[in-house]
């Protein structure tokens, strides 16, 4: 079974700029979380989808948003970048959205703000 | 006060040392505990799962979960530099659906 598969790897924008990075989940799995993580915060909650609607979100500004589609794919948009946006953005799904199941993540996307 | 709380290490050790990591937290409604590994430049990749107070092994793998302490723990038996990662331990229960993380250790094991 594949795992979590995010795109693109790694972008690079400047401050201002919008951006979307797109994540597709484990197939059968159909709640996706995403997560921001840097050096001094770790992993920060940003939301979580499940069967396409938002579920949870976490505590950051409302140019952070996201979706999902029927499929379970989910996209996450930020708006008007900062420069503290830097960092790896991490996706991870699960078959229902309890949390006595674990997640499982995919690898990222680097984000870089200049 | 974060939710759960983990030292950052660095942490370096010898090959074949036993190699403890420990997270607190201050949710009495957490009930499910995880750890995470994560090597540079990867995702998160979920080590064990455990729920409620108790050990769990896998192969040289073990959690511990103390809840009237709230004391998580992750020991690593016989350490391989291939364990050199970042370890990252979870929490999660009660009403919310979302796991709080910990800050991660960095673990070195060397040669």
Sequence with gaps: ?114 | QKEVEQDPGPLSVPEGAIVSLNCTYSNSAFQYFMWYRQYSRKGPELLMYTYSSGNKEDGRFTAQVDKSSKYISLFIRDSQPSDSATYLCASGGGTASKLTFGTGTRLQVTL
């Excluded at chain 1, 900062?82 to 229902?96: F, I, N, P």
Aim: charged share 20%.
């Design chain 1, 1 to 114: 079974k594949a795992g979590v598969t995010q795109t693109p790897r790694y972008l690079i924008k400047t401050r201002g700029q919008q951006v979307t990075l797109s994540c597709s989940p484990i197939s059968g799995h159909r709640s996706v979380s995403w997560y921001q993580q840097t050096p001094g915060q770790g992993l920060q909650f940003l939301f979580e989808y499940f069967s396409e609607t938002q579920r949870n979100k976490g505590n950051f500004p409302g140019r952070f948003s996201g979706r999902q589609f029927s499929n379970s794919r989910s996209e996450m948009n930020v708006s008007t970048l900062e420069l503290g946006d830097s960092a790896l953005y991490l996706c991870a799904s699960r078959e229902g959205r309890t949390s006595n199941q674990p997640q499982h993540f995919g690898d990222g996307t680097r984000l870089s703000i200049l």
